[in-house]
């Protein structure tokens, strides 16, 4: 039998990193059947949406449901942390901390001993991961974020990413990164967001050799350089207050590219090209007949004219609020959204009624609507009613919105658990 991953997952919403990890079986759900990754096991997940009001946790209500009371962890992850630290709570053995974390300003605060730990500013969820990994050292590190990381901030580009690579590389971590398009490699959705992998007392990497054949992202999704650009070569410090004061300092873009690697501070990152020759899924293939689609999902009426407008090109006189005119453009977006290609990304905001530049509209049989919450589910590749549990139309698209594409960590996964085999 496989060596046994445990994991801990963090910022759990409905269970994307465990759907996609250690798969899904349950004989009272068997339509939510999914297959492991490997031999992982979720021993401990925290959810918690900010204010606490008990109205805010759908998310954390559907995670129980599908895994079980007292599977997830429902309180501010800073308070469980320092919990931790002082005793008052115990934390499982686990060999890999999992992720989707928010992106916000990483910056250190101020100058601290690397005995006594670091101080980033209160609460930046990335110090609660950091707190852990610095308690535990856990194996493996499977993180996820929007790309947006790799470029932030404005002033100062790519010091976030820089502040974060500083700190792993501080506490023995080698790096992995890659944007994924989830599209590019054969998934029905257009949604592009940074994985990052890191492998604590990794061996001696080559480093072009890491990123483009041997290392872990690069057999979940290979990639090839793309020859017009050239290769960004530089290191980072291992003190995260250094990165927050110098990092980025007068750069116009960002030097960290959609794939790289960093081992002993060492960077290596380049634009990269996907390679994928595979079946290629559509939004098409996931939409539910049309008798299962509510009356209130259909667009009619006055109600076409306002989607109209805001689907369609413009290029208008406005005025600010301070007098001051001037001239709005924006190009038209497809509408309907075709169906015999990949969906544009869930965002947050799908459910409701209002008309939306953003909420997809689908042509079935000859009327325009809505996308129904299923659809939803299954274009990030959970099982087709894994959020319908109670939640509203506007929870379910809100739980998608700012979910991951699980078969991504599925097949990253996949990776880690033939490597952690041939260990033993």
């Not at 257009?190 to 872990?216: C, S, T």
Request: hydrophobic fraction near 35%; charge should be neutral.
């Amino acid at each position: 039998m496989s060596k046994e991953i445990k994991v801990v997952e963090l910022f759990a919403g409905v269970g994307g990193f465990r759907l996609g990890l250690d798969g899904y079986s349950n004989p009272k759900y068997p339509d939510f059947e999914m297959k492991p990754a490997g031999n992982f096991h979720t021993v401990w997940a925290n959810n918690w949406e900010p204010d606490g009001r008990p109205t805010k946790q759908f998310a954390w209500r559907c995670y129980e449901k599908r895994f079980g009371e007292g599977s997830c962890v429902n309180e501010d992850i800073a308070v469980v942390v320092e919990q931790i630290k002082n005793g008052e709570r115990e934390l499982p053995e686990f060999d890999m901390l999992v992720g989707g974390f928010p992106c916000q300003d990483y910056s250190v605060a101020k100058p601290a001993s690397l005995a006594s730990g670091i101080e980033g500013k209160k609460g930046v969820l990335w110090w609660s991961i950091n707190a852990i990994l610095e308690m535990r050292h856990p194996k493996y590190v499977l993180l996820e974020n929007v790309d947006r990381l790799l470029k932030s901030p404005t002033a100062q580009r790519g010091r976030d990413f820089a502040i974060i690579l500083s700190c792993l590389y501080r506490l023995g971590y080698s790096v992995e990164w890659h944007v994924v398009n989830a599209a590019d490699y054969g998934m029905p959705q257009r949604r592009r967001r940074v994985y990052i992998y890191a492998e604590h007392d990794a061996p001696k990497w080559d480093l072009e050799n890491q990123l483009f054949h041997v290392g872990v992202e690069a057999r979940a999704f290979p990639i090839e350089p793309d020859e017009r650009f050239g290769a960004e070569r530089f290191s980072v410090s291992k003190d995260p207050y250094r990165s927050t004061k110098e990092f980025g300092i007068g750069d116009k873009i960002s030097r960290f590219k959609e794939a790289g690697v960093m081992q002993n501070g060492k960077v290596l990152t380049r634009r990269v090209k996907p390679i994928y020759n595979g079946p290629q899924r559509t939004l098409g293939e996931f939409l539910v007949p049309i008798e299962q689609v509510p009356e209130e999902f259909f667009i009619t009426g006055d109600n076409l004219k306002s989607w109209e407008y805001l689907k369609g090109g413009k290029h208008e006189k406005r005025t600010a609020s301070n007098g001051h005119e001037y001239v709005y453009s924006e190009g038209p977006i497809a509408f309907p959204d075709p169906l015999d290609k990949p969906s544009r990304t869930i965002l947050t905001g799908e459910g409701g009624r209002g008309a939306s530049r953003t909420k997809h509209v689908v042509m079935q049989n000859g009327r325009l609507r809505r996308l129904v919450p299923d659809e939803l589910d299954q274009l990030q590749r959970f099982p087709k009613g894994w959020t319908d549990d109670g939640m509203t139309d506007g929870h379910r698209a809100f739980c998608m919105g700012n979910a991951l594409v699980t078969e991504i960590p599925h097949r990253i996964g996949k990776v880690i658990a033939e490597d952690n085999d041939s260990k033993r």
